[in-house]
């Protein structure tokens, strides 16, 4: 049986984990790394890297760094340029892994994508899915962030 394509935005190697882990079963999962609101670039390379060491076929947005104005208009950005390439290149659905983080609203997101056509909803945190992101992570020995990017929450603990 055919899977159908699906475009996966990813904010990191560590919520992508669970996220392609879940996904993979029902869709063939491609990732789009966007990063436009990482600071330093260094946050840019080390966050790319850790992409890349999953493994699977992977797009790496530009980086034209920016400062979102809140949290909401980052999850609108991301969610955004995923849409645009999706769309753009023949994807059939698109989702986000940002739902994996604890200190992310789920609800709000999938409110977000909503407004994009082909938006699976997802809540990848539910079902433990952040503690699995966290065993993945350092199965695969993937940077862990401390922050979520933005040059606002930018923490140096």
Known sequence: MRKSSLLLAVCCGPC???AVERLSPDYNVT???WGNNLHPAEEFEKRREAVLKL???TIIADYKPMQPESCEHCFAMRLRAASEYAHANG???FA???TTSPHKDARLINKLGSDFPGYIPTDFKKD???ARSVE?????GLYRQNYCGCARSQRTD
């Open 16 to 18: 992508a984990t669970v």
């Open 31 to 33: 990732l789009f790394f």
């Open 96 to 98: 986000t892994s940002l």
């Open 128 to 130: 433990n899915g952040f």
């Open 91 to 93: 994807f059939e659905y």
């Open 136 to 140: 993945l992570s350092k199965q695969l």
């Open 55 to 57: 493994g699977k076929r």
